[in-house]
């Protein structure tokens, strides 16, 4: 089944005589991790911030489910995104933090407790939930940036250069846990990055991007080790 489709979909800011995206086509196939990989400025994070509805889509059609998204508000599609510097709030606790998304969405105290004590468990941050992001080291605050995600249940994952901010180690480490997280929760992850590494490590299909296009599109295998 054809989850997601991105149906020649074109990108040009205003201001710019250039295409940033230009005719991105892709379907995503149910609980597929899909990694965009390319050098940058090839247009990873507009293709991905048009998916979360946080820049207009120039043409083309982002669907879900059949559904055109383009014009619906970011908070009404079904989507978590996580970002490369983490996004928290300094002054609210772990738990508030990771409880945020659902809030704003008015959701039922009493299950947003259990989602929000069911991720941090998932991530390793039960004893974490009362400290502030201060407290915490860099792999911590970017589970606690997963955790937000988690919470939501969303269908769909858009996670941009989540751990280009980490150590070598806790890189490899990172990477380890969200292709475990992905295989728990069974959903479609998009997956930005530069990093040939992480995206053969970590990709069902990659996507590689060059100069707002679509280079070549197939499985870690089919690109890197065949002829
Ligand atoms: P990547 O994520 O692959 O590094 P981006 O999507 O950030 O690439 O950028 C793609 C192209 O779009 C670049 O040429 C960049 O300069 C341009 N661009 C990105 N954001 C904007 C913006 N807000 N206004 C104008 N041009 C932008
Ligand atoms: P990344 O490569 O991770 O997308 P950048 O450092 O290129 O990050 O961009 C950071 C921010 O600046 C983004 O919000 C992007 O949209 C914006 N931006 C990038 N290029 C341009 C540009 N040419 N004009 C205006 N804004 C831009």
Request: hydrophobic share 40%; aromatic share 8%; with cysteine.
């Amino acid at each position: 089944m054809v989850e997601i489709n991105l149906d020649h979909i074109y990108k040009r800011y205003q201001g710019n005589t250039d295409y940033s995206v230009s005719d991105f086509n892709l379907d995503i196939k149910d609980g597929e991790f899909i990694v965009f990989v390319g050098p940058s400025g090839c247009g990873k994070s507009t293709t991905l911030r048009m998916i979360a509805g946080l820049e207009d889509i120039t043409d083309g059609d982002f669907k879900m489910e059949g559904k055109v998204m383009n014009k619906v508000a970011p908070k009404d599609r079904d989507i978590a995104m996580v970002f490369q510097n983490y996004a928290l709030y300094p002054h609210m606790t772990v738990f508030d933090n990771m409880a945020f998304g659902l809030n704003i969405r008015k959701n039922d105290k009493a299950d947003t407790k259990k989602r929000v004590e069911n991720a941090a468990k998932i991530l390793g941050l039960t004893d974490y939930l009362k400290r502030k992001p201060g407290a915490l080291s860099g792999g911590q605050r970017q589970r606690v940036a997963l955790g937000r995600a988690i919470v939501r249940d969303a269908k769909l994952f858009l996670l941009d250069e989540p751990l280009s901010n980490l150590d070598a180690k806790l890189r490899v480490q990172m990477r380890t846990e969200i292709a475990q997280l992905h295989q728990r929760l069974g959903r479609n992850f998009i997956y930005v990055t530069h990093d040939q590494v992480e995206a053969m490590t970590m990709a069902d299909r990659i996507v590689i991007m060059n100069d707002g296009k679509i280079q070549q599109v197939g499985s870690p295998y089919d690109l890197y080790n065949k002829p």
